[in-house]
């Protein structure tokens, strides 16, 4: 109860003393009103006058005052710009008559006015009243020109209240005389009553100052008044669940961008606008993008490809999930992606975004195509010999009076498409092999040299049998390479029997191993038929064949080179071919030597 005596007395006579200065500056500001009135008046009707005598020239107005001249006074330009401000200006003759006007009111007389009077007798002078054309009130202005004795002519200019412009220091001097004391007089009570309050508020707004900088450490208990003790309590248990919300966030936020980045697929989520919010390195890759810097920009921006932006507007605007596929084209081959848009909702309903993701199904197709050609050559090479072993077979049990010539040939044709039947199985077995994950065993130390000696020696007799020399140059020190003995040596192996095969009988084959650079450099070289340039980028593709019609006669199953090719690269190594028609050809192996 006390306290609320407290308040009604101070209402009581903050009211008292607000009426009082109130009152006091409304009176005080009534009076500078008026002069302020007067003398804006004065100035806007002696600028009227002024401008009206500089436009047509003291001699021209007293001509014009005596009657000599006719000549119009107030031209358009300047009877305008009177109307514009409201103004009427005329030019009185000495004896009160008015001999222009420009309100045209012409041969009228207003000697009677009590400032044309002043005038007449040589003083400037002001009234406020009712104006001498309209029923309003204003202010009217004389001025005379000449002497006091003679009088040229007499300036009279009227303006009404409402014309007369509010000036700045009125609007001052009413601030200065209510507003200011009123409020100096309200501080002076409040004062002392708001100090305590406002140093409380000020420790408050320096815990809320560092919670919004993000600096949610534990408030101790603040020093302030009574009424603000439970926001100061809840401003600490506000800082407390506001540390924990922030780690949490800062945690998910890291794991986010930590599962992104290690993401194969890319990524890329969008706001309403189309604008990037977050893009990961599998998607900059995917799409030949920047991702630095991409964060706020369009996406259409980010990248040319018009489809990525195409997929995440529809998602948008359907609030459905787009799925559709992607070719890019680009050396050395296109790649295929697989695009999944997703719209992200928020919580209070609506699209709030989308996320596309890119998963890059290049290899798969690669991989697809690769079985369905290996499916499709596969079963055409298995298909021949089976065909010629089951034709013959057949023809020998239906026929019983074959004669033994006949069966004889028969009978070793199906030999020799068994043979080269065997031989396809064997070559797929080990390219399988060899294109397996685990294509080789235990890489290890070894001679270059052994496989290579191993493997001539096998081919001496075909060699032999078509009167082909071999020439094998070894070099005196041991070529030691990190690989397979197996692999090596099936890589020897189909080298140099296919340049047996390809060489004519009397030829020449060349196998020469060299260390150099830090390299093993193993060359199988021939002087036979030799490969056309527009063949040599494919011959290491399985099933491809130079000459079919050549191959099947030599029994080539079209893999010995797919095989090589693939043994040399999971060695880390490089395989070449030079070859010239009719000259020879030249494979190159090379190792890194160990």
């Known amino acids: 109860m006390r306290r609320s005596r407290f308040l009604w007395k101070l209402c009581f006579w903050v009211s008292v003393l607000l009426l009082g200065v109130t009152g006091y500056g409304a009176y005080r500001v009534g009076q500078r009103v008026d002069r302020l009135s007067e003398q804006s008046a004065q100035r806007v009707l002696e600028d009227a006058c ?64 009590m400032e044309v009077l002043r005038s007449l007798t040589g003083s400037k002078s002001l009234h406020r009243g009712l104006l001498s054309l309209i029923d309003v009130e204003g202010y009217s202005w004389a001025q005379p020109s ?6 040229d002519y007499v300036l009279f200019a009227e303006v009404p209240l409402s014309a007369i412009p509010i000036r ?70 506000l800082s407390v669940e506001g540390q924990v919300r922030v780690d949490t966030i800062a945690t998910d936020r890291n794991r986010l961008v930590a599962i992104l980045g290690a993401m194969i697929e890319g990524v890329i989520a969008v706001d309403p606008a189309e604008r990037v919010v977050r893009m990961n390195g599998a998607a900059a890759r ?17 990248t040319r490809v018009r489809e990525v932006a195409d997929i995440l507007s529809q998602a948008l605007k359907s609030g459905q999930e787009q799925v559709r596929e992607l070719r890019i ?50 079963s055409h090479e298995l298909k021949t010999p089976i065909a010629a072993i089951r034709g013959r077979v057949e023809t020998i049990l239906e026929d019983s009076e074959m004669e033994p010539e006949v069966r004889t040939r028969f009978l070793v044709s199906i030999r020799d498409q068994s043979m080269r039947l065997s031989s396809l199985v064997t070559d797929l077995l080990s390219l399988s092999r060899v294109e397996s994950e685990s294509a080789l065993g ?138 010239q028609p009719g000259i020879g050809t030249t494979f190159r192996v090379v190792l890194a030597a160990d």
Do not use: C
């Open 50 to 113: 002024s401008f009206v005598e500089l436009s047509n020239g003291a001699e021209r107005l007293r001509k014009v005052a005596a009657g000599e001249s006719i000549d119009t006074v107030f031209e358009t330009p300047l009877r305008k710009w009177l109307q514009d401000r409201d103004l009427r200006v005329a030019v009185l003759a000495s004896d009160g008559e008015i001999r222009a006007d420009s309100e045209d009111a012409s041969g009228e007389s207003i000697a009677g006015r």
């Open 146 to 151: 000449g002497g006091r004795d003679s009088i």
């Open 168 to 237: 700045p220091d009125a609007l001052e001097d009413l601030w200065f005389a209510v507003f200011w004391p009123s409020l100096f007089a309200l501080l002076a009570i409040v004062a002392w009553f708001a100090r305590g309050m406002d140093r409380s508020l000020e420790r408050l707004r320096g815990a809320v100052r560092l919670m919004a900088r993000g600096e949610f450490t534990e408030l101790r208990p603040l020093q302030v008044r009574a009424p603000l003790r439970p926001l100061a309590s809840a401003l600490g248990e």
């Open 329 to 378: 084209v680009q050396p050395p081959r296109d790649r295929y992606v697989e695009m999944r848009a997703s719209p992200l909702e928020r919580a209070s309903g609506g699209v709030g975004g989308a996320v596309l993701v890119l998963h890059d199904v290049s290899e798969l197709r690669r991989l697809e195509a690769i079985r369905r050609d290996f499916v499709g050559n596969v």
């Open 442 to 579: 235990d890489m290890v130390s070894l001679d270059l040299r052994a496989p290579v000696r191993e493997s001539v020696a096998a081919l001496q007799g075909p060699a032999e049998s078509k009167g082909i020399e071999l020439d094998l140059d070894l070099p005196g020190q041991a070529a030691h390479v990190r690989g397979e003995l197996e692999s090596l040596r099936l890589v020897v192996n189909n080298l140099v029997d296919n340049a047996i095969k390809y060489t004519s009988a009397g030829g020449r084959v060349w196998i020469k191993l060299r260390v150099d650079d830090g390299q093993a450099v193993l060359e199988v070289a021939d002087d036979g038929i030799g490969i056309e340039p527009k063949h040599q980028s494919r011959i290491f593709q399985r099933f491809y064949r130079v000459d079919k019609a050549r191959s099947r006669e030599v029994g080539g199953t079209g893999l010995g080179l797919a095989i090589v090719r693939h043994v040399v690269l999971a060695h880390g190594g490089e395989i070449t071919v030079e070859s």
């Open 286 to 302: 995917i799409l030949g993008a920047q991702s630095a810097a991409v964060n706020g920009r369009p996406i259409w921006e980010v």
